[in-house]
C-alpha cells in the first residue's frame, strides 16, 4: 500500500516536464517582433537580440543564408534558429544570429555596429516586406546611406 502513495511524487515530475516542453515549443513556435521609436527587438524562445536604428549599417534582402556552423540552436521543418558563425570567419568570434521562421522566403539581413550580422524573416512574407520597409525608412530617417 505505501508502494502507491510514492507514484504521486513522479506523476507530478512527468506533468512539470510535459508543461516545460509544451511552453518551450511555444516560445519558439514563431518569432516575436517589436518595434520601438528607437529600437527594434527579436525574440524568439530563449533567443533575443535588440539592435537600435542609430546602429544599423545595412538592411537587404538575401534569398539565402550563407553556409555556417550552429554554436547553438536549432533547426525544424521550416524554421532555423540560433546563434552560428561563419565558415570563413571561424578564427574569430564573431557571432551571427538567426531567426528564420520561413527558410524558403527572402530574409533579411541586419548589419549593425560595423560587422554584426542578423538573419531573419517572419512566417507571413507579407509582413517581412513591411518590417523591411519600415527598417529602410530608419536607416535614412538616421542619415545611414543603405549598403
Known amino acids: ?21 509544451i511552453t518551450v515549443l511555444t ?15 527579436l525574440l524568439s524562445g530563449f533567443y533575443m537580440e535588440t539592435v537600435q536604428y542609430s546602429d544599423l549599417d545595412s538592411v ?10 550552429r554554436l547553438n540552436g536549432f533547426s525544424a521543418l521550416e524554421k532555423e534558429k540560433g546563434i552560428f558563425q561563419e565558415f570563413k570567419d571561424s578564427l574569430t568570434d564573431k557571432k551571427i544570429h538567426v ?3 520561413n527558410i524558403s522566403q527572402p ?36 542619415g545611414m546611406v543603405p549598403n
Open 1 to 21: 500500500m505505501a508502494s502507491k502513495n510514492r507514484h504521486w511524487i513522479w506523476t507530478l515530475i512527468l506533468v512539470i516536464t510535459i508543461i516545460a516542453c
Open 27 to 41: 516560445v519558439h513556435y514563431k518569432n516575436w517582433v517589436k518595434t520601438s521609436p528607437d529600437h527594434i527587438r
Open 60 to 69: 537587404i534582402f538575401v534569398e539565402r543564408i550563407p553556409p555556417m556552423i
Open 99 to 101: 531567426f528564420v521562421d
Open 107 to 142: 530574409k533579411i539581413k541586419l548589419v549593425y555596429k560595423d560587422s554584426i550580422k542578423l538573419y531573419f524573416n517572419l512566417k507571413d512574407s507579407l509582413e517581412t516586406d513591411i518590417l523591411f520597409s519600415q527598417l529602410q525608412q530608419k536607416i535614412v530617417q538616421t
